[in-house]
Nanobody, 127 residues
Framework: VQLVESAGGSVQSGGSLRLSCTAS????????MGWFRRAPGKRRVAVAI???????NYGDFVLGRATISHELNTNTLYLQMNNLKPEDTAMYYC??????????????????????WGQGTQVSVSS
């Protein structure tokens, strides 16, 4: 079971980035897929989640600024982030796992220990 994120990047405040993650087709069709992030000194939190029916859910802090999507023909999960802010600086992780627990993480449930994770990719936003 492998999830491999693309390189993140460094942008200025107000800029945009698109993260990608390759996964197996089985994962994309069978589990919820999500993006999480961990800022320095903080715990990992959910950013955006999508299920096999393309139903997406987002953390309040990215509403209107992020779009999660997947392409089954390339087995790729994406996170498009716009109007980035310095507080978006974090290590971003791709995840696959059970939908109930993953969606609950948007409300504060600690999702650590569930499902599969990528190695993480750094996103830095300067002011």
């Amino acid at each position: 079971v492998q999830l491999v994120e693309s390189a993140g990047g460094s942008v200025q405040s107000g800029g945009s980035l698109r993260l990608s993650c390759t996964a197996s087709r089985y994962m994309l069709r069978s589990y919820c897929m999500g993006w999480f992030r961990r800022a320095p000194g903080k715990r990992r939190v959910a950013v955006a989640i999508i299920d096999e029916y393309d139903t997406a859910n987002y953390g309040d802090f990215v509403l209107g600024r992020a779009t999660i999507s997947h392409e089954l023909n390339t087995n790729t999960l994406y996170l498009q982030m716009n109007n980035l802010k310095p507080e978006d600086t974090a290590m971003y992780y791709c995840a696959a796992g059970p939908c109930q627990e993953m969606r609950s993480s948007l409300s504060g449930f600690n999702y650590e220990g569930y499902g599969s994770w990528g190695q993480g990719t750094q996103v830095s936003v300067s002011s």
